[in-house]
């Protein structure tokens, strides 16, 4: 998977901690009732055409009392400086506030690694200025890990391994992502996801795993033996999804198209119910018989 997409998914999986890191002097007057929205990609596409690129992620802010218009942050990863374009930026924003009727855009790019990039854009002439475009940069790599160890928010947490550090600190930095995972994020499926992410960033070799799971052994069993036991159940479900859906194949062979509820008492089945009912396919005179 792609650094952009790794982004993107962060992005929409944690919009507000997103724009509350990336963005904070915008996000200040985000109260809990503001709805914070994906933009279609679809929706996208069929206005913006060749000028839309996917892996931009707009978010549209809707405050549910009207007090204001609804602001659109316009998040991108840049992984390579030289390859990010301002102009590209401009027109994009420029062709989303047309679309969304709205002059509130917030522009955003996080850049990862170090390189020169622009940050403002000025059009005119020699005697006024007609455009003078800015964005916020986010410049992870010039942002200090350690100021970060701490944080309740958990994209920052995440995101330490991006961060500057000295050598010296990488397993520390490494462990501390970790630790905000485990501390921040219930969510069992989002947990193993985002140890993906913390891992493709940190780039441990052999020997600093080997030193991490020394200095944090505990916290190194305790993901480890949870992602052994989330993929172990992720594979049952696997097994048993496939059992399920043979056994209404077998069943419709059988009798014929199924009632919606004999299809939802199989798909919802446990493997030992699932089993006995596959056995009794081929001797039952009815559906009712192989159910019941």
Known sequence: MSHDQNFKNLILDY???????????????????????????????????????????????????????????????????????????????????????????????????????????????????????????????????????????????????????????????????????LTLEPNPERRLKYLDFIDIYAHLDERERHLYQQHYAQEAEAMSGFADRFIQQGIQQGVQQGEARLLLRLLSNRFGELPEETRRAVETADAETLLQWSERVFTARTLDEVLH
């Open 15 to 181: 919009p507000r901690e997103a724009i509350a890191f990336f963005a904070a002097a915008e996000s200040a007057a985000l109260d809990p009732s503001v709805r914070i929205l994906p933009v279609r990609q679809e929706q996208l596409q069929e206005r913006l055409g060749e000028r839309f690129r996917e892996l931009d992620t707009p978010l549209l802010l809707e405050w549910p009392d009207g007090r204001r218009a609804a602001l659109l942050f316009v998040l991108e990863e840049e992984t390579d400086p030289s390859r990010f374009s301002i102009h590209r930026l401009a027109h994009y924003c420029l062709d989303l506030a047309e679309l969304f009727s709205t002059e509130r855009i917030v522009p955003v790019v996080i850049f990862l690694r170090k390189g020169a990039f622009a940050t403002r854009l000025r059009l005119g002439g020699d005697v006024r200025t007609y455009l003078d475009f800015r964005y916020l940069d986010y410049a992870l790599f010039r942002t200090p890990a350690r100021e970060y160890y701490d944080s309740p928010n958990l994209v920052a947490r995440l995101n330490l391994p991006n961060m500057a550090y000295e050598p010296a600190d990488k397993i520390e930095t490494y462990a501390q992502a970790v630790r905000g995972l």
